[in-house]
């Protein structure tokens, strides 16, 4: 019986032994440390123990999250690049910046307020989309604070940069929850009148980031509704239920099976899509919540590596992007083009008020 007793312990301590080897691929801090426009710039860690975040305080970008599968290993889940001299000349691609002053679009880049005219940058193509190009994405925040599993970043966006009016000063908090999510925390005021919607870039794929695509990941959305769009996705002002169509993820759906392929298709001419499916997601979904509270909206599960990633915020609207098929955004934000929009929640941010907005990427396995 004794040398059982021993068998049992040497396994049990062999076990722990491989377990305590399980590291998670932090990328290295070293290759962040530079100097940007004289400020500067860092990669800064927080972690809770079993989910962890890299942040850099250039763009706020999201450089690295790490999360367990379902036997216990971590992979990078978001898309990135692995030094700093990458991320100055992102221009909206797959990489996951903070977005301000207005993420989403904003039609023929032109909006009025309180009578007056504001022509802002065109950045895609008559339009502008995620604040121009001198937004939070490409400004080096202030670090406020640090510690284990928070990091506390500010910037001011100067008064007529990108055409917006007012000095906006916005407060950007990263945290680790205790029950494992990633909360993204915006506050936000202004010395004039202006429009706001600050939201984040990430791209997130639950088997890793470069390991294959999204298409078998479920996905569920509490939404009835998406913003009808043009061809150029304004929204047309129009609200579209998704029951009964490729937008319908009230309950879980595999994106691949709504989603057709279009890979070797970019340059010739391109598939026609069947009913009920989609070439691409890029759509504003109207998230169902009761009043202003924290609540889940949306649900991402991998059944390959175990991992599922629920959604939580306060705001009314929700971005899915898959286009890139290989990771897939879920940007909460208001509804894009608020600004022409009126019967769209207002965007609107006055002086002496201020703009609050959370958003946690909660994570588990099953």
Same mark, same amino acid.
């Given at each position: 019986?004794?040398?059982?007793?021993?068998?049992?312990?040497?396994?049990?301590?062999?076990?722990?032994?491989?377990?305590?080897?399980?590291?998670?691929?932090?990328?290295?801090?070293?290759?962040?440390?530079?100097?940007?426009?004289?400020?500067?710039?860092?990669?800064?860690?927080?972690?809770?123990?079993?989910?962890?975040?890299?942040?850099?305080?250039?763009?706020?970008?999201?450089?690295?999250?790490?999360?367990?599968?379902?036997?216990?290993?971590?992979?990078?889940?978001?898309?990135?690049?692995?030094?700093?001299?990458?991320?100055?000349?992102?221009?909206?691609?797959?990489?996951?910046?903070?977005?301000?002053?207005?993420?989403?679009?904003?039609?023929?880049?032109?909006?009025?307020?309180?009578?007056?005219?504001?022509?802002?940058?065109?950045?895609?193509?008559?339009?502008?989309?995620?604040?121009?190009?001198?937004?939070?994405?490409?400004?080096?925040?202030?670090?406020?604070?640090?510690?284990?599993?928070?990091?506390?970043?500010?910037?001011?966006?100067?008064?007529?940069?990108?055409?917006?009016?007012?000095?906006?000063?916005?407060?950007?908090?990263?945290?680790?929850? =205790?029950?494992?999510?990633?909360?993204?925390?915006? =506050?936000?005021?202004?010395?004039?009148?202006?429009?706001?919607?600050?939201?984040?870039? =990430?791209?997130?794929?639950?088997?890793?980031?470069?390991?294959?695509?999204?298409?078998?990941?479920?996905?569920?959305?509490?939404?009835?509704?998406?913003?009808?769009?043009?061809?150029?996705?304004?929204?047309?002002?129009?609200?579209?239920?998704?029951?009964?169509?490729?937008?319908?993820?009230?309950?879980?759906?595999?994106?691949?099976?709504?989603?057709?392929?279009?890979?070797?298709?970019?340059?010739?001419?391109?598939?026609?899509?069947?009913?009920?499916?989609?070439?691409?997601?890029?759509?504003?979904?109207?998230?169902?919540?009761?009043?202003?509270?924290?609540?889940?909206?949306?649900?991402?599960?991998?059944?390959?590596?175990?991992?599922?990633?629920?959604?939580?915020?306060?705001?009314?609207?929700?971005?899915?992007?898959?286009?890139?098929?290989?990771?897939?955004?879920?940007?909460?934000?208001?509804?894009?083009?608020?600004?022409?929009?009126?019967?769209?929640?207002?965007?609107?941010?006055?002086?002496?008020?201020?703009?609050?907005?959370?958003?946690?990427?909660?994570?588990?396995?099953?």
């Amino acid at each position: 019986m004794k040398k059982y007793l021993i068998l049992i312990a040497f396994f049990a301590v062999s076990i722990s032994n491989i377990a305590a080897k399980v590291e998670i691929p932090f990328i290295d801090a070293a290759k962040f440390d530079t100097i940007i426009d004289g400020k500067k710039v860092a990669l800064y860690t927080i972690s809770n123990g079993k989910v962890a975040a890299q942040i850099t305080n250039y763009g706020g970008f999201i450089v690295g999250l790490f999360a367990p599968d379902k036997d216990g290993n971590y992979a990078n889940l978001v898309t990135g690049y692995p030094t700093i001299q990458s991320y100055p000349r992102y221009n909206i691609g797959m990489v996951g910046p903070a977005l301000g002053r207005f993420a989403n679009r904003i039609a023929n880049a032109q909006f009025t307020l309180d009578g007056e005219t504001y022509n802002v940058t065109k950045n895609s193509g008559q339009h502008i989309l995620h604040g121009g190009t001198q937004g939070f994405d490409h400004t080096v925040w202030t670090v406020k604070s640090t510690s284990k599993d928070q990091l506390v970043l500010t910037c001011v966006l100067a008064d007529g940069l990108d055409g917006f009016p007012g000095n906006l000063t916005t407060e950007l908090t990263y945290s680790i929850t =205790s029950d494992n999510g990633l909360s993204i925390s915006y =506050s936000a005021s202004t010395d004039k009148t202006t429009v706001v919607n600050l939201s984040n870039h =990430s791209y997130f794929n639950l088997n890793g980031a470069g390991n294959g695509d999204i298409m078998g990941h479920l996905l569920t959305i509490n939404a009835d509704n998406i913003t009808e769009t043009d061809r150029s996705n304004i929204p047309t002002g129009g609200l579209l239920p998704v029951e009964g169509t490729a937008f319908d993820f009230r309950n879980p759906v595999k994106i691949g099976d709504r989603q057709i392929e279009s890979r070797g298709f970019m340059f010739g001419p391109q598939p026609e899509v069947p009913e009920g499916k989609v070439r691409q997601y890029d759509n504003n979904f109207c998230l169902k919540h009761t009043g202003d509270k924290i609540e889940k909206v949306a649900t991402l599960y991998s059944p390959e590596s175990g991992r599922c990633m629920e959604v939580w915020n306060n705001h009314p609207g929700l971005q899915v992007y898959t286009g890139a098929r290989r990771a897939i955004a879920l940007e909460s934000q208001m509804y894009p083009d608020s600004p022409n929009q009126p019967t769209f929640p207002s965007t609107v941010l006055k002086p002496g008020q201020t703009y609050h907005h959370t958003c946690i990427y909660k994570f588990s396995v099953k």
